[in-house]
């Protein structure tokens, strides 16, 4: 599969969030960061924004819950348009439940893993997930550096999917950059947020097409994807 690019919005303006979510038409997804103060130490936004981001751009939106009990409130985005409903495993009462209600209801189910938390004791829950998200900051805020010690897990995440022959997608959030984007592809990511990547640069859209030209570089010589 070719490399993916998911602009976070949490970079973006929030005065003038319809303009920002255009400027990165191109991209693969939007990133929308949902912050609800408890779950993590930040908050953004929720359904009847995602409602009206569906309505500005065409671009699907990729909906990251950084929230406490996502059982209750994750179908709620799906039903606001998101193409994708990421929920956290470390908040989650429930998830095989929570991933196969977001599939029934059409959308795709990724489940993120904190940066302390491991995958190997959800090996069994990956057929259930449409992606796998591993966060590479702290969630809670944009512009952190990107933590390094996660790519032994990003690797053994890939062995992973690929000891199961499944199709799914591995995303990686957080101080994903021209600088970082290419471990994480060679690693064995294949969806990339970035967030102060592409935002803080005067053209947002440009900045996209960069990302994905190198990630998609560095996928190729991958020995991960050989065969892909
Ligand atoms: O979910 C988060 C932070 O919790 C991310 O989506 C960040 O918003 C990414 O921002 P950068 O690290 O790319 O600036």
């Given at each position: 599969?070719?490399?993916?690019?998911?602009?976070?919005?949490?970079?973006?303006?929030?005065?003038?969030?319809?303009?920002?979510?255009?400027?990165?038409?191109?991209?693969?997804?939007?990133?929308?960061?949902?912050?609800?103060?408890?779950?993590?130490?930040?908050?953004?936004?929720?359904?009847?924004?995602?409602?009206?981001?569906?309505?500005?751009?065409?671009?699907?939106?990729?909906?990251?819950?950084?929230?406490?009990?996502?059982?209750?409130?994750?179908?709620?985005?799906?039903?606001?348009?998101?193409?994708?409903?990421?929920?956290?495993?470390?908040?989650?009462?429930?998830?095989?439940?929570?991933?196969?209600?977001?599939?029934?209801?059409?959308?795709?189910?990724?489940?993120?893993?904190?940066?302390?938390?491991?995958?190997?004791?959800?090996?069994?829950?990956?057929?259930?997930?449409?992606?796998?998200?591993?966060?590479?900051?702290?969630?809670?805020?944009?512009?952190?550096?990107?933590?390094?010690?996660?790519?032994?897990?990003?690797?053994?995440?890939?062995?992973?999917?690929?000891?199961?022959?499944?199709?799914?997608?591995?995303?990686?959030?957080?101080?994903?950059s021209?600088?970082?984007?290419?471990?994480?592809?060679?690693?064995?990511?294949?969806?990339?947020?970035a967030?102060s990547a592409?935002?803080?640069?005067?053209?947002?859209?440009?900045?996209?097409?960069?990302?994905?030209?190198?990630?998609?570089?560095?996928?190729?010589?991958?020995?991960?994807?050989?065969?892909?």
């Open positions: 599969m070719a490399a993916q690019i998911s602009p976070s919005i949490l970079s973006a303006d929030f005065a003038r969030l319809a303009e920002e979510a255009k400027a990165v038409e191109g991209a693969d997804w939007l990133h929308v960061d949902v912050m609800d103060n408890h779950f993590v130490p930040n908050l953004t936004l929720g359904v009847p924004v995602v409602e009206s981001l569906r309505k500005a751009t065409d671009t699907p939106l990729d909906c990251h819950l950084m929230i406490e009990d996502p059982d209750r409130w994750a179908p709620a985005y799906v039903d606001a348009g998101a193409g994708s409903v990421t929920f956290h495993v470390e908040a989650a009462a429930a998830p095989v439940r929570l991933a196969r209600e977001i599939r029934a209801k059409g959308a795709r189910a990724s489940m993120a893993l904190k940066p302390a938390t491991p995958i190997e004791p959800y090996e069994d829950l990956l057929p259930e997930l449409d992606m796998l998200l591993v966060m590479t900051v702290e969630p809670g805020f944009g512009g952190q550096a990107f933590l390094d010690i996660m790519l032994p897990k990003i690797r053994r995440t890939r062995e992973l999917i690929g000891k199961h022959g499944l199709e799914m997608w591995l995303q990686v959030d957080g101080g994903v021209a600088d970082t984007i290419e471990r994480c592809a060679e690693a064995g990511a294949d969806v990339f947020v967030g592409v935002y803080g640069k005067e053209d947002p859209a440009a900045a996209v097409q960069g990302l994905r030209r190198q990630a998609e570089e560095a996928t190729a010589a991958a020995s991960w994807a050989c065969g892909h």
